[in-house]
């Protein structure tokens, strides 16, 4: 599957799309539509404070709180082990701030797991931020720390050390024999709060966009249609992934074999078209140029045509079978890949911020590159850095299991999510332009969408 191409077929009357909005077709949860409520996985703070200082503000509110042995936990401090008052023990103070701030669970150590819905881990200092729980041991398994604190911002620590001392603010650095950490250095700082969606500052984004299916046939919902497989006359049965050109003035579709077709957009090459037989490729992500693209295998290998090439799962010695997507960096320097089971790797000078749940489905980078979002095929989407959290048909209880794209708004500030029935959700100020269940058409092979 080589070659540059351009045809029509799939095509959704604009007339038709403004007619069905009169008669008031706007998307329902099983149809697809705009699903904006601002609700959160956890029961935590209301909207006029954000998860972060939520976690603050209960570390802070329990300053002179003695050290206990045996004592405290999510609900406060308690009276445990003959404590002679109420208290906290090094680490049940951590799982109170986080609690309260956020209903997270933090595990008591000893090789406990972590949550699994989002959290970021940071091991260098210098990108901790306030709100962060602080984790101290020897060795660089967080699950095994021995000591454990709220980061205050500054190389401070809120934290309750030893049988005499009450939770205060304490140096990060400081770390003798009976210190803040036991004389065990950091291990890691947990990133359990979510930032806090922004409200758009202007009205829904009338979103324009494009579906593909397997067979290559395109459906294209309120901005320019430029061709589809079917359309000329191709017939296929293996397309895995859709990409808009750099300038979103056409589309790449890729096949699992790695055959490129270009519609309106620079073709540069293909694996077949320089010899490489494979039979598992699952995305393709254009450069910011326009003058390139990177391809990626179910076992991450990554193949760049006119792109910087900054390495491979199979070039480091990294063995797996259920990679499903890419996504590039603005400047081109590096990419993410992302697997079903929600492992996340970052080449080049891509950031890599966390993993997320198993069943990822799809990934996309935000804007400035520091942060991303993951969709599962049940609609969680998980949001790190930088990346907005607007909500999921996960958390709004909508039961769905072929989720297989997710799209950002230009600004960032919403996404759409993309149903392998054409089923379409916007969050955010990402609006809804239709879906092919809205319009009475049945398929189950849909396997991408693009900003049109």
Excluded at 292 to 300: A, E, I, L, N, Q
């Amino acid at each position: 599957m080589t070659g540059t191409t351009k045809g029509a077929i799939w095509t959704v009357s604009k007339l038709l799309l403004a007619v069905l909005v009169m008669v008031g077709i706007a998307g329902t949860a099983l149809l697809g539509g705009d699903v904006s409520a601002a609700t959160t996985p956890h029961a935590g703070p209301g909207p006029a404070m954000s998860q972060d200082e939520a976690i603050l503000n209960a570390a802070a509110s329990q300053a002179g709180v003695p050290y206990c042995g045996s004592g405290g936990g999510i609900n406060g401090p308690s009276n445990g082990g003959g404590c002679t008052a109420p208290g906290f023990n090094c680490m049940s103070f951590a799982q109170y701030a986080v609690y309260q701030g956020t209903g997270d669970m933090v595990p008591s150590g000893g090789g406990q797991p972590f949550p699994s819905d989002g959290e970021q881990f940071i091991t260098n200092e210098a990108n901790l931020m306030p709100g962060d729980a602080l984790f101290f041991g020897s060795g660089t398994d967080v699950t095994q720390y021995v000591h454990s604190g709220i980061y205050a911002g500054n190389g401070l620590v809120w934290d309750a050390r030893y049988t005499g001392d009450v939770v205060a603010l304490h140096s990060i650095s400081y770390n003798p024999p009976g210190g803040n950490g036991e004389d065990y250095p950091l291990i890691a700082g947990v990133r359990f709060w979510k930032p806090a969606a922004t409200a758009p500052a202007t009205p829904t984004i009338i979103s324009n966009y494009d579906l593909v299916g397997s067979d290559g046939g395109v459906f294209a919902f309120g901005g320019a249609f430029h061709g589809s497989l079917p359309g000329l006359g191709i017939h296929v049965s293996d397309i895995s992934g859709i990409v808009p050109s750099a300038t979103k003035s056409g589309y790449y579709l890729v096949g699992s074999d790695g055959g490129v077709f270009s519609f309106n957009a620079p073709y540069v090459n293909s694996l077949p078209g320089i010899g490489v037989h494979v039979s598992d490729i699952v995305g393709i992500v254009p450069t910011s140029t326009g003058t390139g693209y990177f391809v990626v295998g179910r076992d991450g290998g990554v193949f760049s045509f006119n792109a910087p090439f900054e390495g491979s799962l199979p070039g480091i010695g990294v063995h797996v079978a259920d990679v499903v997507a890419i996504a590039a960096t603005a400047d081109d320097k590096g990419y993410l890949l992302i697997g079903a089971d929600g492992s996340v790797y970052a080449f080049g000078d891509a950031q890599w911020s966390g993993n997320a749940p198993a069943g990822a489905a799809a990934i996309t980078s935000t804007g400035d590159g520091h942060g991303y979002w993951v969709v599962g095929s049940d609609g969680l989407v998980t949001n790190v850095g930088d990346a907005g959290n607007f909500g999921d048909l996960a958390v709004l209880g909508v039961p769905v299991s072929d989720i297989v794209g997710i799209v950002p708004s230009e600004d960032g500030l919403g996404y759409l999510l993309i149903g392998r029935d054409g089923g379409v959700f916007g969050f955010g100020d990402a609006g809804f332009s239709g879906s092919l269940p809205a319009l009475g058409v049945r398929v189950s092979d849909i396997v991408g969408a693009v900003p049109a």
